[in-house]
């Protein structure tokens, strides 16, 4: 067991300022191996629990394309979802292993068809058009909630077919069911938000297992009518299936492209050269810039795997039982692999970032789709007000599981206008 001073499995480190976690995480990768963290017991009674920390970019894409030894069951989050949980919600697809996922994954994968992804696309486009008139009509100055999160929300629930009529609460639910994923709290609220937050879930999923009865119905051109009718396999998501899909994509399409957006429009404030670099010729620039700023806020920092074999990786044999986490957030600084790691480069080439996993079966299904969103919003965003830019630092959550930004403070010009 290597000795370390940061430990990560203690919610204060992810208080921190975030550079001085960068800090801690290229000191675990210069050691010899992985390094082991204690974990706060889940009743005073229970017994000790802790993980492996996969910090060095090799180590991460290795185990992500090893699932078979790394296995994402009984679950990727930390904590592990409770076994009522799972029974009453369903087991996400990021949850599951070997030929339940494959299953699950192959019936997703076929409702995204050539024809869904192609209009998906340029509803992108005009979906990032109608924010921006909005923002220069409105003038916000709070990006969170009057851009960011607003895009990737409104193109899911076009893709999936939600009506109108249900879509600010499914926004709603969202917020409470995530806001403290990862984040330390009081006991107080440590007892209450887990209920509020489980019940917004059962509300969010009862409502899209009602669209989805309809569906199977009365099947419309929508992605809830692909996933919930039989496929040529005869195969089909049930309802809670569907539920645990759509929480699933929430998080997955939502908060985290909402995150990478936000991250990427303080990245810009802060690396004027780079802004203007990309605004000097956007078509060819913008991919680069695209992934750099997933690479340098890595929206997803960690994911869970439990070993199911021996394996020997990064100069440590793991046993079965082990509990291993795969620091996302670290391998994308891994300086083996990204010279300066720390800088924000949009001309960065080659950039193997593990923003959407490391490999394997688990790759994230809706990386193109992220991609698309945020090339389209910040050509328009880059375009048409003047001077857009971050003004101060994001409220970050203070999450250990993702890179959550609660609000940004943002300022700009209307065409024509003085800048302020």
């Known amino acids: 067991m290597t000795a370390v001073t940061g430990n990560l499995a203690d919610p204060a480190f992810w208080q921190l300022a975030p550079a001085d976690r960068l800090r801690e995480f290229a000191r675990l990768r210069a050691l010899d191996g992985p390094a082991y963290f204690r974990?706060?017991?889940a009743s005073l009674r229970g017994p000790e629990r802790g993980h492996w920390a996969l910090v060095r970019h090799a180590d991460v894409t290795e185990a992500s394309r090893l699932p078979k030894v790394f296995a994402s069951a009984p679950g990727v989050t930390t904590p592990e979802p409770a076994r009522w949980v799972r029974a009453l919600f369903g087991d996400s697809m990021v949850n599951l292993d070997g030929a339940d996922h494959?299953?699950?994954r192959k019936i997703v994968s076929r409702a995204f068809t050539p024809r869904l992804l192609a209009e998906a696309e340029r509803d992108i486009h005009k979906v990032a058009a109608r924010i921006v008139d909005d923002m220069l009509d409105r003038r916000p100055d709070e990006f969170v909630a009057a851009v960011s999160s607003r895009l990737p929300l409104e193109v899911i629930c076009n893709m999936m077919g939600i009506p109108e009529e249900y879509r600010a609460e499914i926004a709603d639910r969202v917020n409470h069911a995530s806001e403290n994923i990862g984040v330390e709290r009081g006991l107080a609220t440590r007892l209450r938000?887990?209920?509020?937050?489980l019940r917004a879930l059962a509300r969010m999923q009862r409502m899209v297992a009602g669209i989805g009865r309809e569906r199977r119905r009365h099947p419309t051109d929508d992605l809830i009518s692909a996933l919930v009718c039989a496929n040529v396999d005869g195969q089909a998501l049930g309802a809670r299936q569907l539920g645990a899909f759509f929480s699933l994509l929430m998080v997955a399409g939502v908060e985290t492209t909402r995150n990478a957006i936000t991250h990427g429009l303080t990245l810009l404030t802060d690396f004027p050269d780079q802004r203007e670099l990309l605004l000097s010729d956007f078509e060819r620039y913008a991919d680069g810039?695209?992934?750099?700023m997933i690479r340098h806020s890595t929206p997803i920092i960690q994911f869970r795997r439990t070993v199911t074999a021996e394996?020997?990786?990064g100069g440590h044999t793991f046993r079965p039982g082990d509990k291993v986490v795969?620091?996302?957030a670290s391998a994308n600084r891994d300086e083996a692999?990204?010279?300066d790691p720390d800088a924000f480069d949009i001309t960065r080439s080659p950039n193997p970032h593990l923003g959407f996993g490391g490999g394997g079966p688990h790759f994230c299904l809706g990386a193109h789709l992220a991609k698309v969103e945020m090339k389209a919003l910040f050509h328009e965003l880059l375009t048409r007000p003047v001077g857009l830019r971050a003004v101060g630092l994001p409220d970050l959550a203070g999450s250990n599981f993702d890179n959550r930004v609660r609000s940004l403070r943002f300022a700009f010009s209307c065409p024509g206008e003085r800048r302020p």
């Open 39 to 41: 974990e706060r017991p």
């Open 326 to 328: 795969l620091y996302y």
């Open 337 to 339: 692999v990204f010279p």
């Open 289 to 292: 810039a695209v992934d750099e």
């Open 193 to 197: 938000m887990p209920g509020r937050g």
């Open 311 to 313: 394996h020997t990786l």
């Open 102 to 104: 494959a299953r699950l």
